[in-house]
């Protein structure tokens, strides 16, 4: 009896969380990012190539977002069922990965041959 009360609960649980429209809450997720940005540029020893990575991905949100709007008008589908689209638009987190690593590998290197 316990357990099935339990089933219960957590089925209406998901069902609510399921019902919340995630728009609002991908606009307030920009803050901390946007935040951490700012902070990562105050600080002198931040790698400049992984603080351009990591700008970048805001490029990638940005290009994502126009890129399933497209799929959505133009094909009636999701981004990830528009192959063209969704590959073009995660090429953009790949060339800000890269930079990201490229970045913070540059930086250890040159932390090895100082000392």
Do not use: C
């Amino acid at each position: 009896m316990a357990e099935m009360v339990a089933a219960d609960w957590i089925q209406a649980s998901l069902q609510r969380l399921a019902s919340i429209d995630p728009a609002p809450l991908f606009a307030v997720s920009l803050l901390p990012y946007l935040a951490f940005l700012w902070w990562a540029r105050q600080l002198k020893g931040f790698p400049p190539l992984a603080l351009k990575g990591f700008a970048l991905t805001l490029v990638f949100v940005a290009v994502t977002i126009g890129a399933a709007l497209i799929a959505q008008q133009q094909f009636g589908r999701q981004l990830a069922d528009v192959d063209a689209l969704h590959g073009g638009a995660e090429s953009f987190l790949t060339l800000a990965n890269l930079l990201v690593a490229g970045g913070f590998a540059l930086a250890a290197r040159a932390q090895t041959h100082k000392g």
